[in-house]
């Protein structure tokens, strides 16, 4: 039986923050187990809220940063957790903060988040511009999310956002939440998934443009490569992409095959074309 944590009363939840507050204990106990902190470890968790997850890490002699949009919770984790050893909160939106600015010398940052929903794709975004200062990532995220950013190529879930999050991040999907481990219950089921950035060893020679050639194939995924690469190859020669299958659809390219298109095409492009 799962032991229910009682979210604090004096709270009215904030829809336009995304805030389903997590109740259920076992389910915080793993998600705890998952991050496993270390002592002198440097955690920022993003968005604590009423401090289900915070409260946990607390004590585990880390540094922890804590970055909180809505100044009503920041006041109640504040008078809960101000004086805590390590503990410092930044009350701001995440999609702005400069994470980069939290490191120190010898620690990359470990970052946690029940993430509202309807943020979580750009908030990844942007703190995948940190990368080189992240050591991983655990993130609540709506399930579709997760089953879509971890699937391989071949599959219904694969596109551009599997393609632009493996070409960052190791993607391993951890387990599945439901709805009742929230207050008020979202409408959706949730999962955890752990991201850890990664070095490549093909890289994308202009990162803009593979994100671009990543976007044209998929806005069209059941037609072949060649269809969705049309606007790009009109300006270019014939056989540029004489080593690709262009007749194959977009959901068969692995990540590092979309590399490789990417990659050929921008060195024939003109400099100065977009
Ligand atoms: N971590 C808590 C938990 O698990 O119960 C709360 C999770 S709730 C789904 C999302 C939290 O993110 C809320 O505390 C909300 O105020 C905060 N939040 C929403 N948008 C944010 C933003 N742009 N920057 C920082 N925090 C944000």
Do not use: W
Request: charged residues 25%; aromatic residues 6%.
């Amino acid at each position: 039986m799962a032991k229910t944590e009682v979210p604090d009363q004096s709270h009215q939840a904030k829809k336009r923050f995304g805030q389903n507050f997590l109740v259920d204990g076992n389910i915080i106990n793993r998600i705890i187990r998952a991050v496993a902190p270390q002592s002198g470890q440097h955690l920022v968790e993003i968005g604590p809220g009423l401090g289900a997850l915070t409260s946990h890490l607390i004590d585990k002699k880390c540094q922890l940063d804590v970055v909180e949009i809505d100044r009503d919770l920041a006041e109640k984790l504040r008078a809960q957790y101000g004086q805590a050893n390590g503990f410092q909160l930044h009350l701001i939106d995440a999609l702005k903060a400069d994470f980069g600015s939290l490191t120190k010398p010898g620690a990359k940052l470990r970052i946690i988040g029940n993430l509202p929903y309807n943020i979580s794709t750009p908030l990844l975004f942007h703190l995948l511009t940190f990368k080189e200062k992240i050591a991983d990532m655990h993130f609540m995220l709506q399930r579709e999310v997760v089953d879509r950013m971890g699937s391989p190529e071949g599959k219904k879930t694969y596109g551009r956002l599997s393609i632009m999050v493996q070409y960052h991040c190791h993607v391993e999907p951890l387990f599945v939440v439901p709805p009742s481990a929230f207050k008020p219950a979202p409408k959706v089921e949730s999962a955890i998934v752990r991201l850890r950035p990664r070095a490549r060893t093909i890289m994308a020679q202009d990162p803009a443009f593979f994100s671009r050639v990543v976007n044209v194939c998929f806005q069209q995924r059941r037609k072949t490569i060649r269809n969705g690469l049309k606007s790009i190859l009109k300006e270019l020669p014939e056989d540029c992409l004489s080593h690709i299958d262009l007749s194959r659809r977009p959901e068969t390219f692995s990540v590092e095959e979309f590399v490789d298109i990417a990659n050929a095409l921008s060195a024939l492009r003109r400099p100065g074309t977009e």
